[in-house]
């Protein structure tokens, strides 16, 4: 069995809005490190966005890292954004109704957006 791609993340700041991009394969393989990531910017940051628009497979433990990071930041009193254009790993979210709990956005900009309204 192979574990494909690794997982890239990048983190940066968008004025006062911390961001986490992933970039590769979320799975049981990968989502310590991005889960760990998360964990380290809801205890950090009032405002967060997580890109997953490059991401390239999502498996059950990745959604279980979304999830986990919108309990962190809610549990905080903060916002998490989270970015998934429509692509296969959208079509999961929706199969799994993560998506009526978790908000996400179709683009960066549209997340920063949500984020930065009042």
Known sequence: MTTGEPLQLSQEMHDSVWALSLRGR??????????GALTEGTTAHQRLLL???QVTFLSSAGLHVIVSGHRA?????AKLAVVLPANDAAQTIQISGID???SFYPSRQAALDALNAP
């Open 26 to 35: 979320l799975d049981a393989h990968t989502g310590d490190c991005a889960r």
């Open 51 to 53: 890109d997953c628009s």
């Open 73 to 77: 930041a809610r549990d905080r009193g």
């Open 100 to 102: 009526k709990v978790v």
